[in-house]
């Protein structure tokens, strides 16, 4: 996949660019008793992780929640809300710890993996009718391109533009290839028919004027720039005024539409999206619909998931992945619900588990040691599209942060071939790199302390089975401290950009979960963070710059909780508003007397 990502460029990375919050304020550290950590009642070894890892940080044994789960790596969608988010919640309303916890530990026995929801036998039914219209629309569409390069003979045909992988998935990226064909065939159109002379210009405007309504609805042609109007048709006349009214009345509840399941009224809003938006506006809501219920890809790690412990399953789209609101190109949105932070204490046996925040500890108290390694490919890249050209550069980008930034020794290879053969890599401190495929390669041996990642799919599809592969379950295996992976096919534009992830680890001022968190573009995802999330082996050994006065994005920590289950009713309440008053204005739109003539 090959989503659009702006580079950063070094120097903005090293100047610590994309700045949030006022540099004089002093920042509030991630404190043990903002964690609460999780255990299976099942499992001896994952209460006695936890209680482990509440020693030796000094969260409060308060702050251990039992829950009742089965001892394997899946959940299903149902076990996960009824056996993981219902209970949770509960248990951190009455211990008041609702409005103060910013971190889950997840630990050893807990399920690593949610599989995709089921249709409900209601979603079942909105899909085929999303789907019918998406077939439809689409027709009625590219019917309409051809219409409109009719109106402009002899202007050359608009050619679809190549498929990339993301209309492989999602039906709306197949429609947003679409939609720009057939806009640009209709403001060709329109610039031909203007130019030409009385009484052809009449008569084509005429035709013109009735394809553009099928094409954006009355929306559309209320733009003033559309310059389309029909013969002796003025745009201040009563049938106007009427369409615009309404458009004015609605437009603050159609922007909620398309980020959930329209349950009710169906025919009726789907009715009022054409006369107002047209096919266009058909299609794009259509489709919307059938990746808000096309579960293919819905499946993601628990810790991810727990992320949105306090949103609501119909508050985000569970069907895909869910922008990340801590990610720190992101703005913040005010009385939003809040992102959690999520870490795993896991490993391939329980005292693994516990080892990981014995040597985060070893190395706060003596210092991270040892070599950064940062294994790119050679790749550049082609443009802000080009996924892998990017993240090749951002490792190469990574090395000159350490070297500004540090003292560490820096290897960067920058050739195809991985760092394979053993003892290639001695002496970890930092690792970043890729690419061999859930096949570990034995090269690196880490010091206490070690944080290492490697892009690759599925290297977290299991830290427990034998047999298996993958770099994660490895590389625990063999010592590193904290690492991060997928449970599935992330693409690549989930993981962290090594720079971003180097530049604000180094900095000493973030917590390794922040600094996960703060460079991670989606939860509900299927990327899972393995280690102590308090570890920062930095913090007070960074190297001082001349940019140290230079602020640094707002830690997820100093983001406001707030009274957590009122936000939530309040979000329910305003979605249930919203959709309840744009029904009764088109309700009345439709009685008769206030429907706008057609």
Known sequence: MSPTIHRTSIWCLLLCA??????????????????????????????????????????PTTHIVLLDL???????????????????????????????????????????RIEAPRLSKDEKIWLAEAQSLVKASRTRLEQLQSAFEQVTPGSPKIESLPQNSTQEILEMARTMALLPRVDQAWRAAVQHVRQLPQPESGRAMQELFQLTLHYGGWGILLQKEAGVTRPGFSTDNQTMAAWRQ???????????????PIRSQRQLVYRWTERLFGLRGVLELASAEVDLLTYNYADASLDSELSLLWWDRDLYPAAWRWRNPLFQDSAAIPDDLPTLMVSRLDAPTADLAKGLVDKALEAERSGLQGTVYLDARGLKAKDATDTY???????????????QQSEYRVVLDDAEATLSKPGAAPDVALYIGWYKLRSYEDAF???????????????????????????CKNALERGITATLGSVGEPYLDAFPE??????LLLTGKYSLVEVYYLTSRYVSWRMVLFGDPLYNPMKGRSRPTADSAVSLPLPP????????????????????????????LLLSAEAGSARPAR
Not at 445 to 471: C, L, N
Not at 559 to 582: F, I
Request: proline share 6%; charged share 25%.
């Open 246 to 260: 309404l458009l004015e009345q609605t437009s603050p509840y159609w922007a909620g539409l398309g980020s959930e």
């Open 498 to 503: 090594p720079a971003r992830f180097a530049t």
């Open 445 to 471: 041996t880490f010091k206490p302390g070690a944080i290492g990642y490697h892009m690759a799919s599925a290297e977290a599809i299991t830290v427990h089975g034998r047999g298996e592969r993958g770099w």
């Open 18 to 59: 994309c700045l949030l919050g006022d540099p004089s304020r002093g920042r509030a550290e991630l404190q043990p008793d903002q964690v609460v950590i999780l255990a299976n009642a099942k499992s001896p070894e994952s209460m006695a992780v936890a209680s482990h890892y509440a020693a030796r940080r000094g969260v």
């Open 557 to 584: 920590s100093e983001r406001p909780l707030g009274d957590l289950p009122a936000r939530l009713a309040q979000k329910h309440q305003e979605q249930r508003d919203r959709m309840a008053r744009l029904v009764k």
């Open 389 to 403: 050209g990017v993240y090749d550069q951002s490792l190469r980008d990574a090395a000159e942060v350490v070297k």
């Open 70 to 112: 089965p001892l394997h790596d899946n959940l299903t969608r149902q076990e996960y809300e009824e056996s993981v988010v219902v209970p949770l919640r509960r248990t951190l309303e009455a211990k008041q710890l609702a409005s103060t916890t910013r971190v889950i530990v997840t630990t050893y026995g807990i399920p690593l």
